[in-house]
């Protein structure tokens, strides 16, 4: 099965701009999707597609992708946006219906 | 409103199996094919399989191959996971999350509340 990696963890002074990224050979073939998840409770969909937000996701969060990457940005980091960040994607290897999770991000705003 | 409702928290032995139950509501069951995804106390997510709502058919992860049975039952608009030979590693938090189509990907927009699975002796 295909693996999409993330880092570990990333920091962000509130206010600012911080990109989480995911790598993997599968995103070369599918979009990513992105799930905010805070302590206790099930994951958010923030991101799928090629940029799009579900209704009620604030604009601060956007998504891009090249080649075998693929970013979650988001502008102006609040206190609330603190959370792990884990990405998505079809498994390009095997069967068409697998899906894969990246190891997930935690965001720390300072 | 989409909404999936899971069963409750389960306590279980080494070597028994566990059945875990989402029920939908707010759409049409059938169309949307669900997945299960599992957590473990302070790790991150891992995809388990797949059931197609409408024929029944799925496909597992291959490390749960042979473990794991998903079923469906479209008169309650139910889906189950049962996992057998439980070990202590199968301690996690395990959600059901509906998946949708897009452009050739797809996402997981609704997710039931998840249900704890404790394995141990």
């Known amino acids: 099965s295909s693996e999409l990696t993330q880092d570990p963890a990333v920091s962000v002074a509130l206010g600012q701009t911080v990109r989480i990224t995911c790598q993997g050979d599968?995103?070369?073939?599918?979009?990513a999707s992105w799930y905010q998840q805070k302590p206790g409770q099930a994951p958010v969909l923030v991101i799928y597609?090629?940029?799009n937000r579900p209704s009620g996701i604030p604009d601060r969060f956007s998504g891009s992708s090249s080649g075998n990457t693929a970013s979650l940005t988001i502008t102006g980091a609040q206190a609330e946006d603190e959370a792990d960040y884990y990405c998505n994607s079809r498994d390009s290897s095997g069967n068409h219906l697998d899906e894969v999770f990246g190891g997930g991000t935690k965001l720390t705003v300072l | 409103q989409v909404q999936l409702v899971q069963s409750g928290a389960e306590v279980k032995k080494p070597g028994a199996s566990v059945k875990v139950s989402c029920k939908a509501s707010?759409?049409?069951?059938?169309?949307?094919?669900m997945h299960w995804v599992r957590q473990a106390p302070g790790q991150g997510l891992e995809w388990m399989g797949i059931?197609?709502?409408?024929?029944?058919?799925?496909s597992y992860a291959q490390k749960f191959q042979g473990r794991v049975t998903m079923t469906r039952d479209t008169s309650t608009s139910t889906v189950y996971m049962e996992l057998s030979s439980l070990r202590s590693e199968d301690t996690a938090v395990y959600y059901c999350?509906?998946?949708?189509?897009?452009?050739?990907?797809?996402?997981?927009?609704?997710w039931g509340q998840g249900t704890l699975v404790t394995v141990s002796s």
């Open positions: 707010g759409y049409t069951f059938t169309s949307y094919y």
């Open positions: 999350a509906a998946y949708r189509y897009y452009d050739s990907s797809g996402y997981y927009e609704n």
């Open positions: 059931i197609n709502p409408s024929g029944g058919s799925t």
């Open positions: 597609g090629k940029n």
């Open positions: 599968s995103l070369r073939s599918y979009y």
